[in-house]
């Protein structure tokens, strides 16, 4: 018990940490690092819960697959970050007003007591003895919310199908690779010519 109490606090504390400086940090790259760190802690967490598909699930989709993505677009693009900070004091009275609602929210339901061991009982069925978490969640994922996870499978197609042919568009001043016309040009138009050495074209 001492052992999982202490694993508690320091994954909660370094995710907090972690979660702060992803904001804080002025260096992207940085603040996508530790946003890796604070999925890590959060999976971290849902072990400790008894939730080991959430934390699989956070580490593969989360860390594997956006985050690593967010990190390669950061360093990839030429992003002028100081052209995107000049709107930061101007939207600065709007991201504190949402903030304080927020912190409104989260301090009302804690002290409300919603977030109890008692409160879990007044909804759902207890898990039967003998299920593990990831067969409970399966069972329920498919037989009660089939339609909604097959609805969500298909708005996440029509998205990347959506993605695809933006991406594909005909744009002015953008040259395409026609791989018909490269295969169907003849040997005659490309012209070879023996440049002796040390002497140029």
């Keep these: 018990m001492i052992v999982q109490a202490l694993s508690f606090y320091v994954f909660a504390a370094v995710l907090i940490v972690s979660g702060v400086l992803v904001v804080a940090n002025r260096n992207p790259v940085y603040s996508v690092l ?21 934390a699989m699930m956070l580490v593969v989709v989360y860390v594997g697959a956006v985050a690593v993505l967010f990190l390669f677009v950061v360093m990839m693009l030429d992003i002028n970050f100081a052209e995107l900070r000049q709107g930061f004091v101007r939207y600065a009275g709007i991201g504190a007003v949402v903030g304080i609602v927020l912190v409104a929210e989260i301090i009302f339901v804690v002290s409300s007591g919603a977030m109890s061991p008692a409160a ?41 199908i959506g993605a695809i042919v933006l991406t594909h568009r005909e744009r002015e ?14 040997r005659r138009s490309v012209e070879i010519k023996k440049v002796p050495t040390g002497t140029g074209i």
Excluded: C, H, K, W
């Excluded at 530790?34 to 959430?54: D, K, W, Y």
């Excluded at 909604?148 to 990347?160: D, K, R, S, W, Y």
């Excluded at 001043?173 to 169907?184: E, F, H, N, P, Y």
């Design 120 to 160: 879990g009982a007044l909804g759902g069925s207890p898990m039967p003895a003998g299920v593990t978490n990831t067969e409970a969640l399966g069972n329920i994922l498919y037989t009660d919310y089939f339609y909604l996870f097959q609805a969500a499978g298909v708005v996440l197609l029509i998205a990347m």
């Design 173 to 186: 001043g953008v040259r395409r690779q026609r791989i018909a016309a490269q295969l169907a040009r003849d």
């Design 34 to 54: 530790f946003l890796i760190l604070t999925f890590f802690n959060a999976a971290g967490l849902f072990v400790l819960l008894g939730a080991e598909f959430l």
